[in-house]
Structure formats: structure tokens, C-alpha cells
């Protein structure tokens, strides 16, 4: 079963809006992280947060960790079309090491 | 600057066919994985290694072969292609377990007629 699902699959919204996706989990873990994935390229890291950390931001992205609902969630703020694409949260779980569990992932579509 | 890198980008190949696919890093990272993405779904690791000569099964081993001689390249072998093996394979590096965050190269598209 996967580590982690987002939620939703798919999202489609205006530009300027704001962006949420949702990630839960099922085990404990040492940090999660998001990915952006564009149609046909490889996955670009976005961002870690660490299981001690709460929130987190990088320029427009804001990640949130809940771990005793074992959830996170990735807003975007002020959304461009250039942000149309996949996004895949990441867990490392305590148990696997090195090793990353990716969800299934959600798809954006930031229409002009 | 190079990065990560993967050869071939597009293959088709015929079921029982031998394939390789290539994965090189210029990093110096110490992990390396291999990952699949079928269509519309999020990636599988398939293998990975923390070493050189250090590898270790992922989620989905089955039919796929490893090695790492060297730091730099981790190539996937398809020992036997079944359709089922067609999808985007996915190269990745790190630097350091639970720190960084990881590297991934442009993928291969592999296709098993």
C-alpha cells in the first residue's frame, strides 16, 4: 500500500489563485518532502520538512507537517500557469533509511 | 554542468530481450535509485545503492538487475523484458541519507514490444 496519498488527484484553478494539496501517511517518518514533476521531465525537489518542524517556506510554497495526524500539506500562493503540473510528497520513513516513499501524486492545472 | 544524466532518453526493445539503461552522476553523491513511473501513477524504487558496491532491494525488484563499480554510474539491467517492464524509469542521487534532498535525471522512456 502506499506511503503517502494526495489528495486531491487533480486541481484545476485561475491564476492568482492559491493552490492546496494534501499528502497523509501511515508511518512514522524523519522527513517528508515535495516534488514537482512537469509533463515528461524528470521530479524537481520543492522542499524538506523535517518530523520536528511544523511549517515551512520557500518563496510562494508553504508546507505544513501534522505529525500526530500523520498529514501534510503544500499551498501555493498567487498561482502562474508556469506552476501547471504534477506534485508528489515523499516520505523517508524512520525504518527505510535512505529510501523514499512517493505518492500517487496531484495533478495542477493554473489556467490563465 | 551535467549532473545527472540517462541513456538512452527512448527505447523500444522486444519481450526476452536483455536491456541496460544507463544512469551517471557527477556529484560524487553516495545514493543512487532507480525508480519506475507508469502512466498516471507515482514512482516505484526498484533498487538502490548507498555505495559503490553496496546495493539493496527496493519496492518492486523483481526481473531487474544492479551494480555499481564505480561512485559515478548505476546502470539498470532488464534481464528479460515482459510489457509489463514498459514505462518511464527514473535515475536519482543524494548526497546524504535524511539531509538532502533528492536528484533526478531526465528518464527513460522504455517501451517492450
Known amino acids: 500500500s502506499q506511503q503517502g496519498e494526495e489528495d486531491p488527484q487533480a486541481l484545476s484553478i485561475q491564476e492568482g489563485e492559491n493552490a492546496t494539496m494534501n499528502c497523509s501517511y501511515k508511518?512514522?517518518?524523519?522527513?517528508l518532502q515535495w516534488y514537482r514533476q512537469n509533463s515528461g521531465r524528470g521530479l524537481v525537489h520543492l522542499i524538506l520538512i523535517r518530523s520536528n518542524e511544523r511549517e515551512k517556506h520557500s518563496g510562494r510554497l508553504r508546507v505544513t507537517l501534522d505529525t500526530s495526524k500523520k498529514s501534510s500539506s503544500l499551498l501555493i500562493t498567487a498561482s502562474r500557469a508556469a506552476d501547471t503540473a504534477s506534485y508528489f510528497c515523499a516520505t523517508e520513513q524512520e525504518t527505510s533509511g535512505s529510501r523514499l516513499t512517493f505518492g500517487e501524486g496531484t495533478q495542477l492545472t493554473v489556467n490563465p | 554542468d551535467a549532473g545527472i544524466t540517462q541513456s538512452p532518453r527512448y527505447k523500444i526493445t522486444e519481450t526476452g530481450r536483455q536491456v541496460t539503461l544507463m544512469c551517471h552522476q557527477t556529484w560524487s553523491h553516495s545514493y543512487m535509485f532507480w525508480y519506475r513511473q507508469d502512466l498516471g501513477h507515482g514512482l516505484r524504487l526498484i533498487y538502490y545503492s548507498a555505495a559503490a558496491d553496496i546495493t539493496d532491494k527496493g519496492e518492486v525488484p523483481d526481473g531487474y538487475v544492479v551494480s555499481r563499480s564505480k561512485t559515478e554510474n548505476f546502470p539498470l539491467t532488464l534481464e528479460s523484458a515482459t510489457r509489463s517492464q514498459t514505462s518511464v524509469y527514473f535515475c536519482a542521487s543524494s548526497g546524504i541519507a535524511g539531509l538532502n534532498e533528492q536528484f533526478f535525471g531526465p528518464g527513460t522512456r522504455l517501451t517492450v514490444l
Open positions: 508511518t512514522s517518518i524523519n522527513n
